[in-house]
């Protein structure tokens, strides 16, 4: 158990920073913008690229282990919108809000650190694969979703162009599409551009959680959603158990692997889900309630899990 909490800690000590120092500077929220921009430009495409590219090919295209991650994120947004359609009796856009903070996890800023920290460099690779795949189904059903409901005006190829360009043109997608080129062309880069390469990688764990502390600080939590109960509970406990249940019955993947998808598939609702709701006008102050309450929740959870990964309880493959 000392082996885990000096694993987390460090982790989610570095969010506390943020929140604290946040709170103690009360810099506006948008002072953070080059920041964000420096990790999600920047930091996390060089880190990647930088892993993907060492990998060799054969390992980026083990399709069951994508399909596997992927349908098990698909399942818990599908449960908590189907949910939430009954009950709100067809509030379709709202109900997608409610399902993307059941199933969108924040494995942009917290993933990758954890992740890293938790097994090592082999890890950066199924990271990289599940946030691009996974980011290409969020990117993907949120529009349609808000479409359907009446929200999203754009005309069918507006709407379809939209979300390519945001598929194609996000940078961690790009970095991962020229990794897995390089890894296929057995490309090395030059000394120089490795080194840089190198600094940028390390910069990218510590400023991204380190920014999601000040992000939480600086948004305000004005109301608690009543079904944030429902939403915790599929997001830290039903999609990782769902996720392990699926990957182990899917194929023998390597224990890396297997637990790399249960970790992101643990971590608490993504900033984005907020963003998503802000730009559709839709459940925003209480997505950004989620997203507070499910990181604050994500500490006793993802410890646990760690805990058991770590001291063997979770075995690597449920059906051997």
Request: hydrophobic share 60%.
């Amino acid at each position: 158990m000392t082996d885990v909490i000096g694993l987390v800690l460090p982790f989610f000590g570095l969010i506390f920073l943020g929140f604290a120092v946040a709170r103690i500077t009360r810099q506006p929220l948008e002072a953070l913008g080059w920041m964000n921009t420096f990790i999600i430009y920047v930091a996390l495409p060089a880190l990647f690229f930088q892993l993907l590219a060492k990998t060799p090919i054969e390992r980026l295209t083990e399709w069951s282990y994508i399909f596997g991650s992927v349908f098990s994120t698909f399942v818990i947004f599908s449960l908590m919108f189907s949910i939430s359609v009954v009950a709100s009796r067809g509030a379709i856009a709202e109900s997608t809000i409610k399902g993307l903070a059941a199933a969108y996890g924040n494995i942009g800023y917290m993933g990758p650190g954890l992740a890293l920290l938790a097994f090592g460099e082999e890890a950066a690779v199924p990271v990289a694969l599940i946030f691009c795949f996974e980011n290409i189904m969020h990117f993907a059903i949120a529009p349609m979703m808000m479409a359907l409901s009446g929200g999203e005006k754009a005309s069918p190829g507006a709407l379809v162009l939209s979300v390519l360009k945001k598929i194609v043109l996000h940078p961690f997608i790009i970095a991962t599409a020229v990794g897995v080129l390089a890894a296929y062309l057995e490309f090395q880069p030059p000394m120089p551009i490795e080194r840089l390469l190198d600094y940028l990688a390390r910069a990218a764990a510590p400023c991204a959680l380190f920014a999601m502390g000040v992000t939480l600080a600086l948004r305000p939590l004005n109301r608690v959603p009543r079904e944030l109960g429902l939403i915790a509970a599929l997001k830290l406990i039903c999609h990782p158990l769902l996720c392990y249940v699926v990957l182990s019955w899917a194929g023998n993947f390597s224990e890396i692997w297997l637990f790399s998808a249960v970790l992101l598939a643990a971590l608490p609702t993504a900033t984005n889900v907020f963003v998503i709701a802000q730009q559709y006008g839709v459940w925003v102050q209480r997505a950004s309630a989620s997203i507070l309450l499910t990181t604050v929740l994500s500490v006793g959870t993802v410890t646990a899990l760690l805990y058991m990964i770590k001291s063997g309880v979770l075995p690597p493959d449920l059906f051997p």
